[in-house]
């Protein structure tokens, strides 16, 4: 991509404001407890994906840092090896309340699945110990109206392995985890303890919302190697 030095330095210009935004709303304490299934990602480094709905209680976009218990990184990073077909896994956690997670809660137990715990997915790891390290974003939906560009892409990561998380502001809308491979390293590298940056979109709009952020891949506005795409769901946000 032509464009993408300048890109990076915008990037690398945003990246330190975006912590401000993320942390914006405040703790909803009408919200009851509920099995907030999470996608996740990372082998060194994990990370945990919120699969949200328009509606209450799974209405947060959140994404975590988050460190499993010895056994169960050990056991995570075993199973990516002997399955290197399957790129997803997910989370099912405990019961929680999970705007808590920004003041009361650090750590919860889940099920770890090979693919989507609710579709068929395979039970692994019971009753893995799940450490939030860091809120990298939380954001409560809006069903009522639309707040940004439709194609805003929430990137993040580390050194090793970086993310593209699409970021879900209307209704309808679509959840997107995508793997890519940064080719500015000085990027990649300032996302190392846990930064994140709002990579904005030029996708041409259409009627479809499946047709919406496709086309080139210009809309990711970085430049980068071999994207795979982890997770990408339109029904459950209609």
């Known amino acids: 991509m032509k464009r993408s030095s300048i890109i990076s330095r915008v990037i690398l210009a945003i990246i330190f404001t975006c912590s401000i935004l993320t942390f914006s709303q405040t703790h909803d304490t009408k919200d009851h407890?509920?099995?907030h299934g999470m996608v996740l990602l990372g082998s060194d480094t994990q990370y945990a994906s919120h699969l949200p709905l328009f509606h209450s209680p799974h209405d947060y976009q959140v994404i975590l840092k988050i460190k499993l218990d010895e056994t169960s990184t050990l056991n995570y990073q075993k199973d990516r090896v002997v399955h290197p077909?399957?790129?997803?896994?997910?989370?099912?956690?405990?019961?929680?309340?999970?705007?808590s997670i920004l003041?009361?809660?650090?750590?919860?137990?889940a099920n770890i699945y090979r693919g989507h715990f609710e579709r068929g997915g395979e039970l692994i790891i019971k009753d893995a110990q799940v450490e939030i390290t860091k809120v990298l974003y939380f954001h409560k939906l809006n069903k009522d109206k639309s707040e940004g560009n439709p194609c805003d892409y929430?990137?993040?990561?580390?050194?090793?392995?970086?993310?593209l998380a699409h970021q879900i502001l209307n209704r309808p809308d679509f959840d997107e985890l995508s793997k890519i491979d940064i080719k500015n390293k000085n990027v990649?590298?300032?996302?190392?303890?846990?930064?994140?940056?709002?990579?904005?979109?030029?996708?041409?709009?259409?009627?479809s919302l499946k047709e919406k952020c496709s086309g080139t891949k210009e809309y990711k506005n970085i430049s980068f190697n071999n994207p795979e795409i982890i997770y990408l769901e339109f029904d459950e946000l209609q």
């Not at 990649?188 to 009627?207: D, H, P, R, W």
């Open 103 to 109: 003041n009361d809660i650090t750590t919860f137990k």
């Open 85 to 99: 077909e399957n790129n997803m896994y997910t989370l099912e956690p405990e019961k929680f309340v999970l705007p």
């Open 33 to 35: 407890p509920g099995i």
């Open 188 to 207: 990649a590298a300032t996302l190392q303890n846990g930064e994140i940056a709002i990579v904005s979109s030029k996708a041409k709009k259409t009627q």
């Open 154 to 163: 929430i990137l993040f990561g580390d050194q090793k392995e970086q993310f």
